[in-house]
């Protein structure tokens, strides 16, 4: 996958002039410059990509005090939806909208790298599953741990729904091209939910991305490659991909500025890897 992008300056952002000595040798006051831009951005769609924008919001709403930014959910399939209708400025997603929005005027905003890991029940004695292991547990072919040299335990399978842009990573990385997810799989409206899920649910086994990693559930290696950035970097990694934020048409003012934001060094360099996210500008082109 190759990503063109540009580190962005952080526009709107409020400064203080230097102080200047006047002619008579006293200290001139600092001014604030106020920042000009106003108006409303919401957002909706990619769990994965939620509490990245949600600290953006955050972060941009402080320095920009005449700015509202609301986030919400739903899934990729909802955030692409919400934003061809009109109803929402951006959509989350992490998949490329395809050819059923080819005709709906979206322009791609690529912002960050979301890894995604397999995880299991802490009772789940297995560590790796090859891509082959893997998508036959996920269709429902292999349904006892045994049968992958764990132990003798039914396999529960927590994942998303049909709208989820994780599920159709998921299906699109693990899965044989022409499977689909076991009928009885569990589904969840979130990616936190299907965390909460595999943490309760002995025998589990689900999927989500790398900022939803907690010590409760375990994190296995797929295909003997251990999650980690520097295995992304060099390629032995393949559970990622590219976030996008999606706009119907160029981005008006205030959008522009709050994506540009997102993608400034600052923001990149410091809140994208503290969130356990990875920097676009550190793929390889």
Same mark, same amino acid.
């Given at each position: 996958?190759?990503?063109?992008?540009?580190?962005?300056?952080?526009?709107?952002?409020?400064?203080?002039?230097?102080?200047?000595?006047?002619?008579?040798?006293?200290?001139?006051?600092? &001014?604030? +410059?106020?920042?000009?831009?106003?108006?409303?951005?919401?957002?909706?769609?990619? &769990?994965?990509?939620?509490?990245?924008?949600?600290?953006?919001?955050?972060?941009?709403?402080?320095?920009?005090?005449?700015?509202?930014? $609301?986030?919400?959910?739903?899934?990729?399939?909802?955030?692409?939806?919400?934003?061809?209708?009109?109803?929402?400025?951006?959509?989350?997603?992490?998949? %490329?909208?395809?050819?059923?929005?080819?005709?709906?005027?979206?322009?791609?905003?690529?912002?960050?790298?979301?890894?995604?890991?397999?995880?299991?029940?802490? $009772?789940?004695?297995?560590?790796?599953?090859?891509?082959?292991?893997?998508?036959? @547990?996920?269709?429902?072919?292999?349904?006892?741990?045994?049968?992958?040299?764990?132990? $003798?335990?039914?396999?529960?399978?927590?994942?998303?729904? %049909?709208?989820?842009?994780?599920?159709?990573?998921?299906?699109?990385?693990?899965?044989?091209? /022409?499977?689909?997810?076991?009928?009885?799989?569990?589904?969840?409206?979130? +990616?936190?939910?299907?965390?909460? &899920?595999?943490?309760?649910?002995?025998?589990?086994?689900?999927?989500?991305?790398?900022?939803?990693? +907690?010590?409760? @559930?375990?994190?296995?290696?797929? !295909?003997?490659? !251990?999650?980690?950035?520097?295995?992304?970097?060099?390629?032995?990694?393949?559970?990622?991909?590219?976030?996008?934020?999606? &706009?119907?048409?160029?981005? /008006?003012?205030?959008?522009?500025?709050?994506?540009?934001?997102?993608?400034?060094?600052?923001?990149?360099?410091? +809140?994208? %890897?503290?969130?356990?996210?990875?920097?676009?500008?550190?793929?390889?082109?």
């Amino acid at each position: 996958m190759v990503a063109t992008l540009a580190a962005g300056l952080m526009v709107g952002c409020g400064t203080d002039s230097s102080a200047e000595a006047t002619k008579s040798g006293d200290a001139g006051k600092a &001014t604030e +410059t106020k920042s000009d831009l106003s108006g409303k951005i919401t957002a909706s769609g990619s &769990t994965a990509l939620l509490p990245l924008v949600k600290q953006a919001a955050t972060e941009f709403q402080d320095q920009n005090k005449s700015v509202t930014i $609301d986030v919400s959910g739903g899934g990729s399939g909802t955030g692409l939806k919400q934003v061809a209708e009109g109803s929402v400025t951006v959509g989350m997603s992490d998949v %490329e909208s395809g050819k059923d929005y080819a005709d709906k005027g979206l322009v791609d905003h690529q912002v960050v790298v979301a890894p995604f890991v397999l995880v299991t029940n802490k $009772d789940v004695n297995v560590t790796n599953l090859t891509k082959e292991q893997a998508g036959k @547990i996920f269709t429902g072919e292999i349904s006892n741990w045994k049968d992958v040299g764990g132990k $003798d335990e039914k396999i529960t399978i927590v994942g998303r729904p %049909e709208s989820s842009g994780s599920r159709k990573l998921v299906k699109a990385l693990v899965l044989p091209a /022409d499977k689909d997810f076991a009928k009885d799989a569990i589904a969840q409206d979130s +990616t936190g939910a299907v965390r909460q &899920t595999v943490q309760q649910t002995a025998g589990s086994i689900g999927y989500i991305d790398a900022p939803y990693i +907690t010590p409760e @559930i375990n994190v296995l290696k797929f !295909e003997n490659v !251990e999650y980690s950035k520097d295995n992304i970097f060099n390629g032995t990694y393949k559970l990622f991909a590219f976030e996008h934020m999606y &706009t119907k048409g160029e981005p /008006d003012k205030v959008t522009k500025a709050f994506l540009d934001y997102i993608m400034s060094d600052a923001f990149q360099s410091k +809140t994208v %890897e503290e969130l356990k996210f990875i920097p676009v500008n550190k793929m390889k082109k």
